[in-house]
């Protein structure tokens, strides 16, 4: 089974590393599913920023890999798919797949009318 954001001595089972304290996902499912809705709340946005976050802050980055290379933007919010890419752009460096999915985000936002450019400006 593949090392999905542990380290390699640990046992992997889905993203969590059993040799580990478990990862809270609850936020991810909101956040994925966030364009079925007109605009994602605040509380939904804090949550996916804050996931963001905690990921970040475990050194969690293979796996904050895996999520944003399974994300499928065509179910996000605007919001939610620029709040992944600012939240993630000061550690981008650790992303592997970082300006793949920004470069991605910002052709979706283009391909919805909105001004991609100016809304990722600083950040590709």
């Known amino acids: 089974m593949p090392d999905i954001g542990g380290t390699s001595d640990s046992t ?9 304290q ?3 996902l609850s936020w991810l499912s909101a956040a994925l599913n966030s364009g ?3 605009q994602p709340s605040v509380a939904n946005l804090t949550s996916c920023i804050q996931g963001i976050n905690g990921l970040i802050a475990r050194g969690k980055f293979g796996l904050l890999s895996k999520v944003i290379g399974s994300a499928n933007l065509d179910g996000m919010s605007n919001e939610t798919m620029l709040a992944f890419v600012r939240s993630s752009f000061p550690v981008r460096n650790r992303i592997s797949n970082w300006k793949r999915f920004a470069r991605d985000v910002q052709a979706e936002l283009d391909r919805r009318g909105k001004n991609g450019v100016q809304l990722m400006k600083g950040l590709v």
């Open 12 to 20: 992997t089972v889905g993203f969590i590393d059993v040799d580990e």
């Open 22 to 24: 478990p990862v809270d």
């Open 36 to 38: 079925e809705l007109e």
